[in-house]
């Protein structure tokens, strides 16, 4: 069966560090792979998707970025933390190429910058 | 571009009574539509989905949704609420055209009252 695993769960970083925040999917191949951030009021925001090794694609302009350097291996990071980029991301999966299907989630990572 | 608006952001009703939740959606045909339900600091978990066919779909614990096409709606709903319902539920979007993206909404609270 697959799974997904994302790490850590809560961070606390200071303004201005640099962050990096991974997850990883198992007992699949190819699949579509998705950070979203979930901040109050604002629901759950698409930041990146990516169909395929080092192909991202960015739907918000913002402070981070998103590289996937394995096929299963999908990291957030950013190069100086701001504090509007306090919240909660969550990682997703979906079979490639198959809209009909649902997005499988990661159990989140809590962030808070201060 | 898909898009999709839950008007609701939050809802309380007691145990026991029925709850309706609201989605709109923007989308030029039939659009893959979906509910989640997100427990509190928890990942997202599928209640249904939607692609085609029977209009009326059947989910986990006990939801079911209605695709309105005239109304570019995809209620959800449950005849009899309990309290372990409460919780934050998205309602999100994918197109055929777009088999990449999948759109969430801002999400609706709902709270129980025993």
Sequence with gaps: ?114 | AQSVTQPDIHITVSEGASLELRCNYSYGATPYLFWYVQSPGQGLQLLLKYFSGDTLVQGIKGFEAEFKRSQSSFNLRKPSVHWSDAAEYFCAVGAPTDTDKLIFGTGTRLQVFP
Excluded: M
């Design chain 1, 1 to 114: 069966s697959q799974t997904i695993h994302q790490w850590p769960a809560t961070l606390v970083q200071p303004v201005g560090s640099p962050l990096s925040l991974e997850c990883t999917v198992e007992g699949t191949s190819n699949p579509n792979l998705y950070w979203y951030r979930q901040a109050a009021g604002r629901g759950l925001q698409l930041l990146f998707y990516s169909v395929g090794i080092g192909q991202i694609s960015s739907e918000v302009p913002q402070n981070l970025s998103a590289s996937r350097p394995q096929d299963r291996q999908f990291i957030l990071s950013s190069k100086k933390l701001l504090l509007s980029d306090s919240g909660f991301y969550l990682c997703a999966w979906r079979y490639l190429g198959r809209g009909n299907t649902e997005a499988f989630f990661g159990q989140g990572t809590r962030l808070t910058v201060v």
